[in-house]
């Protein structure tokens, strides 16, 4: 893990970049604890070392089924399911059932060779049950945010710089092409990439940007931290009430044509029973 030390730090986004209902504003200065934050996303190996050891069921394995990208499903997959009208995704995504964290892309899928990749398919129950068992915790929104923007707490829109393929060097997993139809995937990967995979940023972590979202601790709310109290300002940690939780970071499926998010300042969120072959995590602690 990297130790983050107590200070006080500008975290938030204003621009015409911004998802204005996404709540990316107002910048704003808060103040945090010293914490640690893993320097990588939870990989496949890691998650699989928690199952065999607690014998836990994810969100996916209870409900029968996961979400899974409309392009990481064979064709004939894709007829099948348009035939049948079983889809119950939206758009571009499909509820495939027997898909969980171990088979993502459901019956027939395997991880063996993916073991150093972000485990997927994970809820943010899921996450929090992880962490838990490994001495950790899930990070709040603000502790993700401020460990994303380096030692200088940089206002740059990526932990690297003003652009997103500084030198025309890819930095991160995000979608190259036509979204979403073809992935051209230039950056090396057309789904996950492996945990370590890209060049690592200053302060030492991996891949914040890109590759999967990550969940956080807090509830997600569009305006709550827009208001300055102690609760928004010192050590936020979220509204006390909402049935989302936010994540950070975008992910391999996110293309300016429709999803920006792999910007510092992008928020979302899902619900926290919510799995996708997108969704991930990396755990923090108190130091």
């Known amino acids: 893990m990297i130790r983050i030390e107590a200070g006080k730090y500008s975290i938030g986004f204003e621009g015409p970049e911004a998802c204005e209902s996404d709540g990316e504003g107002p910048v704003r200065e808060i103040t945090l604890d010293s914490y640690c934050l893993d320097q990588t996303a939870v990989s496949n190996a890691q998650f699989a070392e928690f199952i065999e050891a607690t014998g836990f069921v994810t969100d996916s394995e209870t409900f029968g089924w996961a979400h899974v990208f409309i392009g990481q499903l064979s064709n004939s997959k894709q007829r099948k ?73 940089s206002q740059n829109m990526y932990p690297w710089g003003t652009e997103l393929e500084p030198g025309g060097k ?54 709550w931290h827009a208001k300055e109290s102690e609760a ?4 936020p940690k979220g509204p006390a009430s909402g049935d989302s939780r936010v994540m950070k970071g975008g992910s391999f499926l996110c293309h300016h044509s429709y999803c920006n998010r792999y910007r510092l300042g992008a928020r979302t969120a899902n619900t926290p029973d919510s799995a996708a072959t997108n969704l991930g995590f990396r755990c923090a602690r108190d130091a």
């Open 232 to 235: 928004t300002r010192m050590n």
């Open 170 to 223: 890819h930095r991160c997993n995000v979608w190259q092409g036509d979204f979403p139809n073809k992935n051209s995937a230039n950056d090396g990967y057309r789904w996950t990439a492996p945990v370590k995979a890209y060049r690592k940023y200053d302060n030492g972590f991996y891949n914040l940007v890109g590759n999967v979202w990550e969940w956080c601790a807090d509830r997600f709310h569009p305006t």
């Open 81 to 153: 399911l348009r035939e049948s009208n079983t889809v119950r995704g939206l758009q571009w995504w499909y509820a495939i059932e027997g898909a969980y964290w171990r088979k993502p892309e459901g019956p027939g899928s395997t991880i063996k060779k993916r073991m150093d990749h972000p485990v997927v398919s994970v809820s943010w129950n899921d996450a929090t049950a992880y962490a838990a068992w490994a001495g950790k915790r899930l990070p709040t929104e603000a502790e993700w945010e401020v460990a994303a923007r380096g030692n200088n707490n």
